[in-house]
Structures are given as C-alpha cells and as structure tokens.
C-alpha cells in the first residue's frame, strides 16, 4: 500500500436487467473514457435474466470490443446477485460497480482510480442528490436509510453501490456465505481504508427504472432483517409493554370487584383480547420472518446460476452453478 503511483487492471461491473437500450451506451462511453485515460480495464455486463434483447446486445459489445464480456443469468437473481457474480468474474486489481443507465456518472470512476492509486481499498460514490424521484419514494428511502443506519452503524443516507473496491476487499466480501449479501452496507462494514467521491444522481436516458414498490418494500426488509436483529428485540419490548398495561388493568379489575362494580367492562375484555392478540400474530410473524430467513440460508443454494458467459474466449454454451 506505500507505493505512491501504483497501475493496475481495473475491472468494471455492471449489472444489467432489460436494458438494451443503455448497454451499447455505456460500453461506448466507460471503454473510451477509460482507454482515453491510459487505464488497462476490462468490462464486465452481468445480464440478469432479462427479457428484453439485453443479451444479444452484450454479445454485440463483446465482438466490438475485446476488453467487454457478459455473463448471463438462468434467471433474474436481483442486482445484489448480478455485483456479485461480476465481482466473482473480474480479474483486476481494482473492481468498480456502476449502474449500466449510466445514472452513476462514469468520469467519477477517474477520481475512484486515482484515490486507489494513492493506496485507498474501498472507495465510495456517495449522492448529493437523489436524482429526480416522487416526494413518496423519498419518504420511504429516508426511513429505510434511518432504519439500516442505526442497524449498521453506518452512515447509509446518501451510499449507493457505486464503489470501486481494492481486489482485498472484494476477496473479503467473495469469502462472505451469506446469501442476503447486501453489497452497499457490505462494502462500508468490511472496513479497510476508505475514500468517498461525490456524485450526483443523474437522469435515466434510455427504459425506467426496475424498481416497483412492493421490489422496494422487499429489498428494504430483506436488507434490514439481514444486518439486524432489532425487530426481535422489539417482539420482547412490546411483550414488556402489554404486560405492563396487563398488571395496571388488572389491579383496576380487582379493585372493581372487591368495590362491587364488577358488573361493567366487557369493551375492556374486548379490546384486551383484540390487542393482545394482534400483537402475539405481529410478533409470531416477525419470528417467523428470521426462520424463514434461516431456512434460506441453510439449504445453501447457491446466489445465482450462470446460464452464459461471452467475450474474454469464454465457451457461450456454458452452463453452471456458481456460488
Ligand atoms: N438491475 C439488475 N437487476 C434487477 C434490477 C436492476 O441488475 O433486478 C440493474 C439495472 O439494470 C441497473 C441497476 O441495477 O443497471 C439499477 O437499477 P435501476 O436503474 O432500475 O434502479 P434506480 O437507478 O432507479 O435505483
Ligand atoms: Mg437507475
């Protein structure tokens, strides 16, 4: 790490699902900026079994330029598998991830090479806006930020998955089993010597976004259950607070009877039985959630399943499993 100038391959992940539109683009755009540059780079497209001509249009990439390949999926496995399995393929000595819509600003990736020329491992994109979006996907991103921040201990608020990470890192977050990786939050717990770059989200030229709201909601609680435990802690503190409100309501039922008013109160047996019941399914239905998530874990399928590679002389007829 002392050395001042250090040169090396950098490999570019991106993930792409239904977007053929963006993919000539950005394999134009980083491959000529990077070989303006004077850095040795190679492209890495990891198609996530989408349905449009995604594929076709990597393959195209990869006969155009001989530093592009592409991996596809068996299906859609979800972004988080789609970096990985690109992290997995890349051989550089620094791996960077950006979106394939170019929303993350491919000039930046100048800036993250030189810090990790100066001997920083990870190096950051972090927002300093969120790009054009509805007032109500704020709302939602600023309480799941919030949420995951105190459960990581990390600052999540403006992160992204724009990164270029040092190959030790990426070998450190490759050894991880987990199967709800959370490349963002990952990236940032696994420590090392860190640089942040600032970007800004810039508008999508090409398709729409792939996010609906329920994939949102999905991925908000997959990520929070996978780096914390809170939510069961709060079924104890909840099961603190009506045991609580139990013993006051108690006293007040026993000092109703020994007064002889006895007689009155079924809403409050109502409304007992209604509360106390909601509240064991919620908590029996967060338990749930972590068994579930355990179960998940422990068939030990793997992330996602490569179904095609192309470029860099790979066999296009290849099929695997890769963990
Ligand atoms: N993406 C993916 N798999 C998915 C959803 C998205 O690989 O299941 C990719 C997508 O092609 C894009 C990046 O992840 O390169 C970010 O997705 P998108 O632009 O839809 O998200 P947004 O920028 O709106 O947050
Ligand atoms: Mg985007």
Not at 243 to 261: E, I, M, Y
Request: net charge neutral; hydrophobic share 45%; proline share 3%.
């Amino acid at each position: 790490m002392q050395e001042q100038e250090r040169r090396g391959l950098l490999s570019v992940v991106l993930p792409a699902y239904n977007e053929e539109a963006s993919v000539p683009r950005a394999a134009q755009v980083i491959c000529g900026l990077l070989t303006g540059a004077g850095i040795a780079h190679e492209l890495i497209f990891v198609d996530d079994g989408s349905r449009d001509g995604t594929w076709p249009a990597i393959q195209a990439q990869c006969l155009r330029f001989p530093q592009v390949r592409g991996v596809r999926f068996s299906r859609n496995f979800g972004k988080e598998a789609a970096i990985f399995a690109g992290l997995a393929q890349g051989a550089g000595d620094c791996l960077a991830v950006l979106d394939c819509d170019l929303q993350h600003p491919p000039e930046k990736l100048l800036e993250m090479y030189r810090l990790w020329q100066q001997g920083y491992q990870v190096v950051e994109g972090v927002k300093t806006s969120r790009g054009r979006e509805n007032p109500l996907h704020t709302l939602a991103a600023r309480t799941f930020y919030s949420a995951i921040s105190s459960a990581t201990g990390i600052d999540m608020s403006r992160a992204s998955d724009f990164k270029l990470l040092d190959r030790r890192a990426v070998d450190v977050l490759l050894a991880m089993r987990e199967k709800n990786a959370f490349f963002r939050a990952l990236s940032s717990w696994i420590g090392f010597r860190t640089a942040q770059v600032e970007f800004q989200v810039q508008p999508r030229l090409e398709g729409q976004s792939k996010w609906s709201i329920r994939s949102l909601v999905r991925y908000a609680v997959t990520n929070l259950t996978s780096f914390s435990t809170a939510p069961l802690q709060l079924v104890t503190l909840l099961g603190m607070l009506v045991f609580l409100c139990s013993v006051l309501l108690g006293l007040r039922s026993l000092w109703q009877k020994f007064t002889g008013q006895a007689l009155e109160g079924f809403t409050t047996v109502i409304l007992l039985q209604l509360f106390i019941g909601s509240i064991l399914m919620i908590c029996l239905g967060i338990i749930g959630y972590y068994v579930a998530k355990i179960y998940d874990e422990i068939k030990d399928r793997p992330r996602y399943i490569v179904a095609e590679r192309c470029g860099g002389g790979a066999d296009d007829a290849q099929t695997e499993a890769t963990l």
